[in-house]
């Protein structure tokens, strides 16, 4: 069942992908980019990668649509037409996108016991983690004390990027009001009205 619901949330994310690169809507761009980084929250979760899932909900879904949208309130909300056609740059995504795919061909298959993932610290995780940190979820106990300080850098991360977007809403949301401000007293003394 987990299979079915990861190939169909894999097709949505591919869907929304084409989707988004089509439209000239800037506004329903950055909602389908929220949508589509929780469709890949969701995948994660399903792969039982949450921590993954959960900066990704956070980052992808979270803040980097509110910067999105804290940059659209500062321009139009339509994307103009391109005046040339963008061959060269099709062609490179095309050219990347198949040395991407020729690059997982040397993979491990997915849940293989034997990838070499599964030979170097996972054991001692697995076999140690209870004795050595006390903690009886080895995945509480990677996270929180063999990889302490990688977590502790992700949350200041996640910390950074919240409050960077606070910031750059507050002074967007406060330029924008003083330009509105400024254009109504322009506007309605140029034409007359009291």
Known sequence: MNTFIEITLFAFTIGIAIHIAQLRNLFAAAMLFGILSLLSAG?????????VAFTEAAVGAGISTVLILGALSLTTSE?????????????????????????????????DPNA?????????????????????????SVLASYRGY???GETTVVLTAAVGAILLLGGAVGARSRRDGKGGDES???EGRP
């Open 43 to 51: 995948m994660l979760t399903l792969m039982d990668a949450v921590d």
């Open 79 to 111: 994307e103009s037409r391109p005046t040339h056609h963008g061959w060269q740059a099709k062609i490179i995504v095309i050219l990347t996108g198949l040395m991407l795919a020729y690059g997982t061909l040397d993979m491990p298959d997915f849940g």
């Open 116 to 140: 070499p993932i599964h030979g170097h610290v996972a054991p001692h995780y697995l076999e140690d983690s209870v004795d050595e940190i006390g903690i009886p979820n080895v995945v509480t």
């Open 150 to 152: 990688d977590t502790f």
């Open 188 to 190: 309605g003394a140029g």
